[in-house]
């Protein structure tokens, strides 16, 4: 579905003119794209829909959209680019954002976190960057992201008894039990 809004959106805001929602939606497009297996089409789209952004001026979301990127490089196997879209990211929230919390700030953290896990950087490092983008998400009260980092966590760590908070935030839930996180989470407890 969102490659198909994202479609419609990216035509309308064409013909009317409005670069920004044409960018963005170019960057949706590129990110549903790659999520339906056309990864190097999705990249493409979602690098030209970040740099239309800039050409705009707009910055505020660009953390966001480099989030995006980084999980359609890690699912193609493009982890350095990857890396380095997860990287962009938490740079412009330190710096642009002085530090101001940002919805997406835990999905950059445990992006780069399995980025570098994927090319055999230090465990260490990336276990840290884990349980902050967990308690990034619990701050936040984002229980969707928080899970995504516990289960990395646990994935980390898969012999451990400890499932690093999955049981406790898997029954916050009410709904979607039909969805990958989820199921995985049933599937590990």
Known sequence: MTEAWATRALELATVCGFRYRAATAS??????????GRTENGIALLCEGLAACRETGAEMDRPY??????EACWSAGRNEEGLRAAMEGLCILRKARGGQPFFYEAELLRLKACLLLDQGSCETEAEALLRQARDVARRQQSSSLELRSALALARLHPNCRDTHGVNEI??????GFDTPDLIEAKELL
């Open 65 to 70: 959209y480099l989030a995006l990127l980084a």
């Open 170 to 175: 898997y029954y916050r839930f009410k709904e």
């Open 27 to 36: 960057v949706l497009r590129g990110w549903a794209l790659a999520g339906l």
